[in-house]
T-cell receptor
Framework: LAKTTQPISMDSYEGQEVNITCSHN???????ITWYQQFPSQGPRFIIQ???TKVTNEVASLFIPADRKSSTLSLPRVSLSDTAVYYC????????????FGKGTTLSVSS | EAGVAQSPRYKIIEKRQSVAFWCNPI?????LYWYQQILGQGPKLLIQ????????DSQLPKDRFSAERLKGVDSTLKIQPAKLEDSAVYLC????????????FGPGTRLTVT
């Protein structure tokens, strides 16, 4: 299973765009990249998933370069409520595939 | 749709006692996961079920942890006997399958072993 490396923490201000990069050098051909958000005392919440190029939903964008050895989660115009831990995971997209969570990136948004 | 349900939300026990956690996944989700999350760390997979069968339990400390999903719906995770290092949040998650594999997590059970 591919391991991931993310910054331990990031700071931002309200209204700014935040980009969190994740390295996954040994990603396998059939691995997808998934990002989760976790608030204190809650379970992780799915944000976005992608395989290559760019994926966008109502919450975030995910940029994946051609070599897929890294990915960047982009949060547009963050607010205080985006303060959370963000996890990058890589793994097969089959039901029988487990995913490994790293320590995640703690994003702190200030006013 | 209703989310993943877990109970209890909090539990305090003494070491060497036993404890059980319950999870009811989202209706129709065939795959269920149990994770252990120690404070400051990411969730660690303990066991994965596909319907009522175990897919992966390689990281489950089988000398003290057990889990079952008898009818392929709700699941129970048990610890017997508990150790101090078992203090953690125990998370249950399920996935839709059928082309969608994002995990839906429950609120977790916070276990404190004294």
């Amino acid at each position: 299973l591919a391991k991931t490396t993310q910054p331990i923490s990031m700071d931002s201000y309200e209204g700014q765009e935040v980009n969190i990069t994740c390295s996954h050098n040994n990603i396998a051909t059939n691995d997808y990249i998934t990002w989760y958000q976790q608030f204190p005392s809650q379970g992780p919440r799915f944000i976005i998933q992608g395989y290559k190029t760019k994926v966008t939903n109502e919450v975030a964008s995910l940029f994946i370069p051609a070599d897929r050895k890294s990915s960047t989660l982009s949060l547009p115009r963050v607010s205080l409520s985006d303060t959370a831990v963000y996890y990058c995971l890589v793994g097969g997209n089959q039901a029988g595939t487990a995913l490994i969570f790293g320590k995640g990136t703690t994003l702190s948004v200030s006013s | 749709e209703a989310g993943v349900a877990q109970s209890p939300r909090y539990k305090i026990i003494e070491k060497r006692q036993s404890v059980a956690f319950w999870c009811n996944p989202i209706s129709g989700h065939a795959t269920l996961y149990w994770y252990q999350q120690i404070l400051g760390q990411g969730p660690k997979l303990l066991i994965q079920f596909q319907n009522n069968g175990v897919v992966d339990d390689s990281q489950l400390p089988k000398d003290r942890f057990s889990a079952e999903r008898l009818k392929g719906v709700d699941s129970t995770l048990k610890i017997q006997p508990a150790k101090l290092e078992d203090s953690a949040v125990y998370l249950c998650a399920s996935i839709p399958g059928t082309g969608r594999y994002e995990q839906y997590f429950g609120p977790g059970t916070r276990l404190t072993v004294t």
